[in-house]
């Protein structure tokens, strides 16, 4: 426009048709410009996926994708078909119990943390801890499978980031052992095995990692763990080589070794403790692994992921951000902020500084300060408007009846941890299916504001989680696993 006056051709009226008609193009030009924005921007804040991908599917197709460095366990859903621990062992939950049971685990990590941070009150309260036929363990849970002893024997356990001591029932199971699918464990056949005494620094560790003070038995330390009233491993504290991999051992671990044992662990023989204190597996390959592990949780029961020890084969787009001081042996990270479809929803950064917030693998759906999670589902419910409002499922409040859909469009969820460290949620991970007709919002909220945040293990599906905890940080790396 401006050659043109410049040029000095001066207002003929052919010249002012040429004018408007290039003001006309380069309007149109700017509503066509507009208009492709508008899709980048959907593109960017929008998922559009096939339904079908949020559905369980009954045939195991391991990820491949991830970690498959010689160092890395895979990592299979407890309850799904690329398990072993399959058939009667496993009763397979439905979504409700799922969610009742995960209510549990989250009550539990409450007392557990009211009784680190000294809240001595919550202690004689067991109402804090509801009576399930030990199911409070969880039912989110995820498997690795490992060697113990010599010859190594196989056992399929439960891998948890929010305990510290890893056990497993032993024979002669002097007072009960449940159903377990491989052939329980046997200190007496092994060559390795070798009992802590009750004077060992080991043995008095297990007062914080337990949170039961350790008893003793002709100068045998013996250890005790509840997961809630019904569910509990009592036994030996033993020595024992733990066989990762061929290529990954460590020998003299310290596990329990339990002879009365009770709870619904869905036939794993026991449980890997992940968790920040001295006895977890964590702290005592601190020599061998430097404190960082990383693990994928799939996308689906019907897949499968890894858990890794050491920095070997990581990632390299990691995004961190700094552990917390605070959570005892839970992972405690900062949350700042929330974007949904691409933008920042209104809640004030006190709230979350308030709350807290933890990391775990065995919660299911991310818990969130009701302020947080009302700004969460009513910005959510905005974008989603075309889709039919249904029933809610349990926890979940934010429910749509999709059984006229294949393909669904959702707005993008990212959150916002300290440092500004911006991660993406897999589509998967905002969403929770109970059949097509009725699929949630996967997030809940806490009763109170007070209470500490969880980030769940659905949110964190299909992304590689990396934990280093000497270098005091957590990471996240989009597609680390399918
Ligand atoms: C470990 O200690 C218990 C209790 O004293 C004993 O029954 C068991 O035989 C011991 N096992 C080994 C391998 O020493």
Known sequence: MRSIIERGEMASSHSIILLLSFLFVLSAARIESALET??????????????????PSSVCNPSTIGNKRKGSLEVVHKHGPCSSLTGDMVKPLTVKETMTHDQSRVDLIRAKLAINTGKK???????????????TIG????????????????????????????????????????????????????????????????????ASATGNNPGCSVSTCLYGIQYGDQSFSVGFFGKEKLTLTPKDVVNGFYFGCGQNNQGLFGGAAGLIGL????????????????????????????????????????????????????????????LTAITVGGTKLPISPGV???????????????????????????????????????????????????????????????????????????????LYANGVSQVCLAFAANGDDSDIGIFGNVQQRTMAVVYDVAGGKVGFAPRGCT
């Open 38 to 55: 508008n899709e980048e921007e959907e593109v960017r804040h929008y998922h559009t996926l096939q339904l079908s991908s949020l559905l």
């Open 121 to 135: 009150d919550l202690l004689g309260s067991k109402a804090t801890i509801p009576a399930k036929s030990g199911s």
């Open 139 to 206: 039912s989110g849970n995820y498997i690795v499978t490992v060697g113990l002893g010599t010859p190594a024997k196989k056992l399929s356990l439960i891998f948890d980031t929010g305990s510290d001591l890893t056990w497993t029932q032993c024979q002669p199971c002097a007072r009960s052992c449940y159903n377990q699918k491989e052939p329980i464990f046997t200190p007496s056949a092994s060559t390795t095995y070798t009992n802590v005494s009750c004077s060992a620094t080991e043995c008095s560790s297990l």
């Open 275 to 334: 968790g920040r204190d001295k006895l977890s597996i964590v702290s005592q390959t601190a020599n061998k692994y430097r404190k960082v592990f990383s693990y994928c949780l799939p996308s689906r029961a019907s897949s499968t992921g890894y858990l890794t020890f050491g920095s070997g084969g990581m990632a390299r787009n990691i995004k961190y951000t700094r552990l917390s001081t605070q959570g005892g042996s839970f992972y405690g990270l900062t």
């Open 352 to 430: 979350f500084q308030t709350s807290g917030i933890i990391i775990d693998s065995g919660t299911v759906i991310t818990r969130l300060p009701p302020t947080a999670y009302s700004a969460l589902s009513s910005a959510f419910r905005t974008q989603m408007k075309k889709y039919p409002l249904t029933k809610p499922l349990s926890i979940l409040d934010t429910c749509y009846d999709l059984s006229n859909y294949q393909m669904i469009t959702i707005p993008k969820i990212s959150v916002i941890w300290g440092g500004n460290t911006n991660v993406e949620i897999a589509p998967q991970g905002i």
